[in-house]
């Protein structure tokens, strides 16, 4: 369903809003999912022209199109929400991903959960050991990116810095590379990128968003930013006792 665009839509008291804001991506539309299996009331924010692709969710869902960083957008997306998942995507040139991070944190309720998506390649602390090869590959593909102007990866980096910096009820999840398939449970964490628990790298996408929303109610996450991998993977199996669910 299209949200008008005046009109805000009827909530039932006993049901918890959350948005999605890029809801219509992979990752989007798992947290769609995920959000409405455990009977959250679902609005989400996409481009206009990606609306088609949700169609399948009919009317469980309320869609407001537009772009992620327009700040009108997204103050009428999460008025009134308990929770604000946000799949920060550094699409082309300009601040996309920073400029959505900063007005989810501007307009989100205040005490609302706030959920945010990014990869292993944000530093989150001096506790993060990457790689020489993952640095070289990060920095390659980051210059051959902007220099087409497609992405730009050090702002999904700025994105994370305001978040680290904000005083909201935030969560930042880096995520491993990710692969479809069906869910294999919640993944397992580290607060640290280098842990031996993550050497597998590979985590189900869909499960990667059921991380996000089980962070809703999961308070010990607010102001961590976990770097997980699946349940399943090789290292996470092989450190089990270590592994923070
Ligand atoms: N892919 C990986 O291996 C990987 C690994 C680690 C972490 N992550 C993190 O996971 C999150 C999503 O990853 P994903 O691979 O699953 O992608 P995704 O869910 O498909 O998300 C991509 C998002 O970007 C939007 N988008 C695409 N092209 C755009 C454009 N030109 N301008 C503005 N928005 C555009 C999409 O919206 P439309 O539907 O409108 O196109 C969608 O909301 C990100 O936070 C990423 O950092 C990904």
């Not at 990710?178 to 790298?201: D, F, H, R, T, Y």
């Not at 985590?203 to 997980?228: C, G, K, S, W, Y």
Request: with cysteine.
């Amino acid at each position: 369903m299209i949200a008008p665009e005046t009109s805000s839509s009827a909530v039932e008291p006993s049901r918890q809003r959350v948005c999605i804001v890029g809801i219509s991506g992979k990752l989007g539309q798992y947290l769609a999912a995920h959000a409405l299996e455990r009977g959250y009331e679902v609005v989400g924010v996409c481009r206009p022209q990606s609306v088609a692709k949700l169609e399948h969710f009919g009317d469980r869902i309320t869609v407001i199109p537009g772009d992620t960083s327009d700040r009108t957008v997204i103050e009428r997306a999460v008025a009134g929400c308990a929770a604000v998942l946000t799949v920060l995507a550094p699409w082309g040139v300009r601040e996309y991903s920073s400029r959505t991070a900063q007005a989810v944190m501007d307009f989100a309720p205040t005490g609302a959960r706030l959920i945010f998506s990014c990869g292993w390649h944000v530093r989150a602390s001096a506790a993060d050991h990457y790689s020489r090869r993952f640095l070289a590959t990060v920095a390659v593909a980051s210059w051959l990116a902007k220099a087409v102007r497609a992405v730009d990866i050090a702002d999904q980096t700025r994105a994370a810095e305001r978040i680290f910096a904000s005083d909201t009820r935030w969560t930042l999840v880096r995520g491993s590379d990710l692969e479809e398939g069906e869910s294999e449970g919640l993944p397992v964490w580290s607060s640290a990128v280098g842990s031996p628990i993550l050497e597998s790298n590979l985590t189900r996408r869909t499960d990667f968003a059921l991380f996000m929303v089980e962070a809703i109610t999961n308070d010990a996450l607010i102001h961590q930013a976990p770097a997980i991998v699946g349940c399943r993977s090789e290292s996470a199996v092989a450190h089990a006792s270590t592994a923070r669910a």
